[in-house]
């Protein structure tokens, strides 16, 4: 009877270790790992152009670090792609869209929001960013 009371009570310890958290502060989850989260660059047709934008055809990984969603990755600004402006006008570059009013310079590290093809740029916070393309007459 002992015996039995000895195992029993082992098993019943070693349920327990195995049913609390791994003790290092984190809290345990219930074993499914939440699916990777993707943002996107997209550039955009602006008024009185013809042709197409380029294509950013990497997807920048969302990292969660506490309270804020971080992506901590860099880009390069792509040219113009087929995009044309009317005569008389060249393209100076991209400018990073605002949403509903709201500027997203500080979604990048440098704070700026106008980009030239080949700028390498540091991604702050995850969102998706949009450009327009800049033009101006000669």
Excluded at 19 to 38: D, R, T
Excluded at 54 to 82: A, E, H, S, W
Excluded at 109 to 137: C, H, M, W
Aim: proline fraction near 7%; include cysteine.
């Amino acid at each position: 009877m002992k015996k039995l009371l000895s195992i029993i009570t082992i098993l019943a310890v070693t349920l327990l270790l195995f049913s609390c958290n791994s003790g290092n502060g984190e809290e345990e989850s219930n074993g499914a790992e939440e699916p990777p989260v993707y943002y996107t660059i997209t550039y955009h047709k602006g008024e009185n152009t013809i042709g197409e934008p380029p294509v950013d055809p990497k997807k920048y990984k969302r990292i969660k670090d506490g309270y804020y969603d971080y992506i901590y990755d860099t880009f390069t600004v792509l040219d113009k792609g087929t995009l044309e402006h009317n005569e008389g006008w060249f393209f100076r570059g991209w400018n990073l869209r605002s949403q509903n009013g709201t500027s997203w310079e500080p979604n990048l590290a440098t704070g700026s929001t106008t980009f030239e093809p080949g700028d390498q740029v540091s991604i702050k916070y995850a969102r998706n960013l949009d450009f327009e393309p800049l033009f101006s007459p000669y």
